[in-house]
């Protein structure tokens, strides 16, 4: 079945530390994999997609993400947080079009001062 | 700078009820869709229209009706609204089906 696993609910973080959000799929065919982030009370917004080629993809905002097929994995990560970044993530997976997105459940990331 | 917009923001309605989500775009995209967040689910596709005059259904339709009015707008109906219609909904658009996905703000529904 295809499915997509974000394994941590919430996750806190200290002002300029570093961040890294998991993502793990299970998905028939090449994968095309996004992170979208979601502000309170807001629509979500892209952060960055992958394709194909270059299997770390820089977004906006400072994220980066790394698409490893051999892990079935699509971790998010910044070197150093704001207090901005407090939002909830969350990464999808699909085929050929947005109608066959696999969205996981998110999680939701808390900036400690 | 509007993109796309969704009303009501928030609703309130009795079980049995009817109401209509409107959501327009001004991006000019080919694909509208509707999504339900549901609390530790993530989205969930209710139904999408590839182009003006199309419409289809997504993961979670039973109990929701669309409309494709013209290229800007996409409506949301609940004929018959039930509890288990609580939910956060969003109406997203993108150029084509693969393109990248603009979300409104979202519409808080309760049913009570």
């Known amino acids: 079945a295809q499915s997509v696993t974000q394994p941590d609910i919430h996750i806190t973080v200290s002002e300029g530390a570093s961040l890294e959000l998991r993502c793990n799929y299970s998905?028939?065919?090449?994968?095309?994999l996004f992170w979208y982030v979601q502000s309170p009370g807001q629509g979500l917004q892209l952060l960055l997609k992958?394709?194909?080629?270059d299997t770390l993809v820089q977004g906006i905002k400072g994220f980066e993400a790394e698409f490893k097929r051999s892990q079935s994995s699509f971790n998010l990560r910044k070197p150093s947080v704001h207090w901005s970044d407090a939002a909830e993530y969350f990464c999808?997976?699909?085929?050929?079009?947005?109608?066959?997105?696999?969205w996981g459940a998110g999680t939701k990331l808390i900036i400690k001062p | 700078n509007a993109g796309v917009t969704q009303t009501p923001k928030f609703q309130v309605l009795k079980t049995g009820q009817s109401m209509t989500l409107q959501c327009a775009q001004d991006?000019?995209?080919?694909?509208m869709y509707w999504y339900r967040q549901d609390p530790g689910m993530g989205l969930r596709l209710i139904y999408y229209?590839?182009?003006?005059?199309?419409?289809d259904k997504g993961e979670v339709p039973n109990g929701y009706n669309v409309s494709r009015l013209n290229k800007r707008e996409f409506s949301l109906r609940l004929e018959s609204a039930a509890p288990s219609q609580t939910s956060v909904y969003f109406c997203?658009?993108?150029?084509?089906?693969?393109?990248?996905?603009?979300f409104g703000e979202g519409s808080w529904l309760t049913v009570v």
């Open positions: 992958y394709f194909s080629g």
């Open positions: 229209s590839a182009s003006e005059g199309t419409t």
């Open positions: 998905y028939g065919a090449t994968p095309y």
């Open positions: 991006m000019n995209h080919n694909s």
């Open positions: 999808a997976v699909g085929g050929y079009s947005n109608y066959q997105l696999i």
């Open positions: 997203a658009s993108s150029g084509t089906g693969r393109d990248t996905i603009y």
